[in-house]
């Protein structure tokens, strides 16, 4: 008898000790060398500043944004770090700037549509972008809820533009514009808390270069975008 309860007791205290293990091990592992924000998409209203006289928005213009960002954490909390990537940038604008060429030279033609009626009348714009940021947030490796404060810059190129207007049976669509400045740089800021953060987006440089005129006036036009930004790890 003495002899079964010891070969009871044994067995009790090795499956005892082994579901301890068990429990120990299920329990999830915590980072220390974590990194936040790697991937990201992003939704935009896009605006367009600097506008030549006459020359208005229409309709809604929007962007889509996507990508890859490496965090680089700079301190022992690495709550503070440096942001490299690269990413993807679909944007439409809705306007009534037209924009045609002449049919001898192919010469660009921009002029205002404000006393011209269109059904439709729009350029989009499609982007690579090498965003770097620096990044301050509240973040912890337990939790993926936090603060966060990014700012940076953002060197982008524009290798695809496409101009469509249409008026009754009328079309025009255009994809070389020589006028273009194909090369984008512009600043960035990024605030919010978990899911929800704002993102704001500001070009240095104007979408059109000086070469693009309306009667003597230069086009110009400067690009920016306020959206919503979701990351994920």
Not at 48 to 67: A, I, K, N
Not at 161 to 172: G, H, L, R
Not at 189 to 207: D, P
Request: aromatic share 16%; with cysteine; hydrophobic share 40%.
């Amino acid at each position: 008898m003495k002899k079964s309860l010891l070969f009871v007791l044994c067995c009790s205290s090795i499956f005892l000790s082994m579901g301890q293990e068990i429990v120990l091990d299920s329990e999830p592992a915590v980072d220390s060398l974590y990194r936040e924000d790697q991937f990201y998409v992003g939704v935009t209203f896009n605006l367009l500043l600097d506008r030549p006289t006459d020359v208005s928005q229409s309709g809604f213009s929007g962007g889509l944004h996507m990508g890859f960002i490496r965090d680089m954490p700079i301190n022992k909390k690495r709550n503070v770090a440096i942001g490299l990537g690269v990413g993807y940038s679909l944007n439409v604008y809705n306007h009534n700037l037209f924009i045609g060429e002449t049919e001898d030279t192919g010469q660009t033609v921009f002029r205002s549509l404000k006393e011209v009626g269109f059904n439709t009348n729009r350029f989009t714009t499609h982007l690579i972008e090498a965003p770097l940021e620096f990044r301050w947030r509240t973040s912890v490796p337990e939790t993926h809820k936090f603060y966060r404060i990014y700012t940076g810059f953002k060197l982008g190129y524009l290798y695809a533009f496409n101009s469509n207007f249409k008026e009754s049976d009328t079309q025009i669509k255009l994809k070389k514009i020589n006028e273009l400045d194909r090369w984008r740089m512009g600043v960035t800021f990024t605030f919010g808390w978990n899911t929800f953060n704002f993102n704001f987006y500001y070009s240095l440089n104007t979408l059109f270069n000086d070469d693009a005129l309306i009667d003597s006036d230069t086009v110009g036009i400067t690009p920016a975008k306020i959206g919503l930004i979701f990351y994920i790890l």
